[in-house]
């Protein structure tokens, strides 16, 4: 076992050291003292029947009172061979018969004094010769209603003194004893308890900034120390996933704008390979204004990605006329849909009000809107339809374009997710539209949904919910 001074497993061991030291010193002490209290209490008792004992075998030979001859008196000798002193003392002080040893006991004058009142009392009195202490008790002795003498019996305290130095030597043994085993028991423990931690601490350390795919992975069972290991794993598994997203999406970031770049700096190199007429130079700032405009729009699009991702926007909300907001971006996709020969139409039921920023709705819908032209070739059909669907309203954006295939569906709505770029060749985008229209969406409590089929074309259906009276209906 290593005893290493580890912080947390020297203060637990010195804590459970300390509070069972403390029990043991309050255990000690209550045995010691009750202990103490029964054997003092069983000698006076021993010495009362003594006493009664001694009074049966006085003699009194007109007025001169003798104890009987230990020979002669069974009760006298027993109390003798008991170590009991037992005598007879007259008013004065002085001895008139006395047997058993401590016969040099000096007569204690406060049961003197006691007795003459006629009330039994116990002293404890120290022998002249050496040390030792004597419990003495003194009744009086009555001759026709009056106290005539004092009659003492006395034992030694040695015994009881004995038994709880007994006492004493065993606890000042058994206690640091127990403590050293708690010691030695406690920092077991702790060790055991503890470390599972040194294995977590070990192998996170082993975990770098480039490698959070690592997990601990340690096994424990499902206890604290085992939850916290897989708590952890599970906020590495969160933090690889951020730092992957966050990698990829400067990756991609970083490929969409290198397009519109090579273009600018092929156009310019052709433009600079020889002098070239003022016309000619018009064209090529035409072309690379129409770049800029695209890589202007597109870090927009990445900026409005990177601060949805630091959390909720400040939405200017305000109840918006979501037909209004539909007409006003019909409008600015009518010329698209006029040069790519696409029919566009739109269906508003009902006058529906949502509360919304209603800027972003804009750009909700025209990112659908666009994708829709975008993917559908001339001779096709785009038809908004807004209807309402109990609390919600829903817009549905049809086309009878491409369609998206059923394995890329679950994605489109990834960032920078292309569905089949091949196919999409084409038509130039950098798979944010659909990723920001369901941001925007989200934000304002609803949803999109999509249907495709390849060939045939693609639904779109974005959810709002209503500004509803008490009543329950659209205001
Ligand atoms: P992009 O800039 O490529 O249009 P989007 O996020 O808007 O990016 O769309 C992601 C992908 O979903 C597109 O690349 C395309 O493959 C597919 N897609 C989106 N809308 C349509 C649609 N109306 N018809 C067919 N495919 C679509």
């Known amino acids: 076992m290593k005893l290493r001074p580890s912080t947390i497993r020297a203060r637990l061991t010195l804590w459970y050291v300390a509070l069972l030291g403390l029990i043991l010193l309050a255990f000690s002490s209550i045995l010691y003292v009750t202990l103490a209290h029964g054997l003092y209490q069983q000698l006076d008792d021993g010495l009362s029947v003594a006493a009664q004992e ?76 050496d040390t030792t202490l004597v419990r003495v008790l003194s009744v009086p002795y009555l001759e026709h209603g009056k106290v005539t003498a004092v009659l003492e019996t006395a034992l030694t305290l040695s ?45 996170a350390q082993r975990i770098g900034a480039n490698d959070l795919g690592q997990r601990l992975n340690l096994g424990l069972p499902d206890d604290e120390v085992g939850r916290l290991a897989r708590t952890f794993d599970g906020m590495l598994a969160r933090l690889e996933d951020a730092f992957r997203r966050q990698q990829q999406f400067t990756a991609d970031a970083s490929h969409e704008l290198r397009t519109p770049l090579a273009i600018m700096k092929g156009e310019l190199g052709v433009a600079l390979s020889r002098n070239r007429k003022g ?31 630091n959390g909720m ?4 909300v305000e109840v918006t006329d979501l037909a209004a907001v539909l007409r006003g971006v019909m409008e600015q996709v009518t010329a698209m849909a006029d040069q790519g ?24 819908f025209l990112n659908l809107l666009e994708n829709a ?18 609390e919600m309203a829903r817009v549905a954006i049809e086309d009878t374009g491409a369609g998206i295939p059923a394995n890329h569906l679950p994605h ?13 060749g084409a038509v130039r985008g950098a798979g944010i539209g659909l990723a920001i229209a369901r941001w925007i969406a989200q934000v304002h409590g609803g949803r999109i949904e999509v249907v495709s089929e390849p060939g045939v074309g693609s639904t779109f259906t974005v959810y709002l919910p209503l500004v509803l009276t008490v009543g329950g209906t659209g205001v």
């Open 54 to 129: 001694a009074a049966t075998a006085l003699n009194n030979d007109n007025g001169v009172l003798t104890l009987q001859s230990p020979e002669a008196d069974v009760e006298v000798n027993t109390l003798r061979e008991r170590g009991l002193m037992v005598r007879i003392i007259d008013l004065d002080g002085h001895v008139l018969d006395s047997a058993g040893p401590l016969r040099d006991l000096p007569v204690p004058p406060a049961g003197l004094a006691a007795v003459k009142k006629q009330m039994p009392h116990f002293d404890t009195v120290v022998l002249a010769r």
């Open 159 to 203: 015994a009881v003194h004995a038994t709880l130095r007994q006492l004493m030597f065993i606890l000042a043994f058994v206690i640091p004893a127990t403590l050293g085993v708690a010691i030695l028991g406690g920092l077991f423990l702790a060790n055991r308890a503890l470390s599972p931690i040194d294995r977590i601490t070990r192998a």
């Open 279 to 309: 016309d000619e130079y018009r064209v090529v700032l035409d072309d690379m204004e129409e770049e800029v405009d695209r890589m202007t729009v597109l870090v927009e699009d990445m900026l409005f990605l990177a601060r949805s991702d």
């Open 313 to 316: 926007p400040a939405l200017e």
């Open 341 to 364: 020969g696409i029919r566009l139409s739109m269906e508003v039921h009902d006058e529906l009000l949502v509360e919304a920023d209603g800027a972003k709705l804009v750009r909700l």
């Open 373 to 390: 032209l975008k993917y559908t070739a001339s001779g096709g059909h785009v038809a908004v339809r807004m209807t309402r669907c109990g």
């Open 412 to 424: 489109i709505f990834d960032r920078f997710y292309r569905a089949d770029p091949a196919r999409s």
